[in-house]
């Protein structure tokens, strides 16, 4: 076989990947539009720069993302590569919400020690700073981040599809929800019903009340589904309070200390 599928299946993959960033994320930005809420900066110059600035990481982060999952689909579509499987019942029904389940754990607890390691000065410096140049953030800061921090959360479906196996219909419901979250979380307010919020659903997963106060305070809730590497690390704020219809204590309302942002 040449290199030839392989570089078209990942191209393909490149456009799907920006495709769907520019759909989700777009999507949800008109409907935060649409109930009056404006997301991001309140200064409109700002606001459209920064929107600006959080597409344009955006789209070099899908096409990151979209080089090893182009490849490893290829591999699996056309050379049997992966663990993926056709049939659901190959390793039983209940399999298949289990594998999803390790699947998002497995991303959540990488990305929960690699996120804290960002925030250590040097690698916030030169690497994470971009994404909290969105302050705060909209729908469309989902992917906004700089390739070194891309390439460290690209490898890892690819890379778990060859250890874990997993039906595609499973994977896709992964991606589903990796896009959700991914652009919900950083949209500006709060999709699910508050009572979820403040209830069990929220008390285990993250949505927009948790990350928002990641972006303000920074050193803490660095979670990306579940909230149990913050509870277990003591490093859980809970909620941005305005978010859950709670008035906002004073010391939410001020950002960190420009010197603690950066700090572990
Ligand atoms: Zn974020
Ligand atoms: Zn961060």
């Given at each position: 076989?040449?290199?030839?599928?392989?570089?078209?299946?990942?191209?393909?993959?490149?456009?799907?990947?920006?495709?769907?960033?520019?759909?989700?994320?777009?999507?949800?930005?008109?409907?935060?539009?649409?109930?009056g809420i404006v997301a991001g900066p309140a200064n409109e110059v700002r606001r459209r720069r920064q929107i600006r600035s959080e597409i344009g990481w955006s789209l070099l982060s899908a096409a990151i993302y979209g080089l090893p999952a182009g490849i490893v689909a290829v591999g699996w579509h056309?050379?049997?590569?992966?663990?993926?499987?056709?049939?659901?019942?190959?390793?039983?029904?209940?399999?298949?919400?289990?594998?999803?389940?390790?699947?998002l754990f497995a991303h959540d607890t990488w990305f929960y020690w690699t996120h804290?390691?960002?925030?250590?000065?040097?690698?916030?410096?030169?690497?994470?700073?971009?994404?909290?140049?969105?302050?705060?953030?909209?729908?469309?800061?989902?992917?906004?981040?700089?390739?070194?921090?891309?390439?460290?959360?690209?490898?890892?479906?690819?890379?778990?599809?060859?250890?874990?196996?997993?039906?595609?219909?499973?994977?896709?419901?992964?991606?589903?929800?990796?896009?959700?979250?991914?652009?919900?979380n950083h949209m500006g307010w709060e999709i699910f019903p508050k009572s979820w919020v403040k209830g069990r659903?929220?008390?285990?997963?993250?949505?927009?009340?948790?990350?928002?106060?990641?972006?303000r305070r920074y050193l803490t809730n660095y979670g990306l589904y579940f909230r149990v590497w913050d509870r277990l690390c003591r490093t859980d704020a809970g909620l941005a309070p305005e978010f859950i219809d709670e008035p906002r204590p004073a010391a939410a309302a001020s950002p960190a200390p420009a010197g603690q942002r950066a700090g572990a």
């Open positions: 076989m040449t290199a030839l599928p392989f570089l078209i299946g990942t191209l393909a993959m490149i456009a799907i990947v920006a495709v769907r960033y520019l759909g989700v994320s777009g999507g949800f930005a008109w409907l935060t539009a649409r109930r056309e050379l049997g590569w992966t663990r993926i499987y056709d049939d659901p019942l190959a390793y039983g029904w209940w399999w298949l919400p289990l594998s999803i389940a390790i699947y804290r390691l960002m925030h250590r000065p040097w690698w916030f410096a030169r690497v994470h700073a971009v994404h909290h140049a969105s302050r705060p953030p909209t729908a469309w800061a989902a992917m906004a981040f700089h390739p070194y921090e891309a390439i460290s959360g690209a490898w890892l479906f690819p890379a778990l599809v060859f250890l874990v196996p997993i039906h595609w219909g499973a994977l896709l419901v992964v991606l589903l929800v990796a896009s959700f979250f991914g652009v919900t659903f929220g008390s285990g997963m993250i949505t927009a009340a948790h990350h928002e106060l990641h972006h």
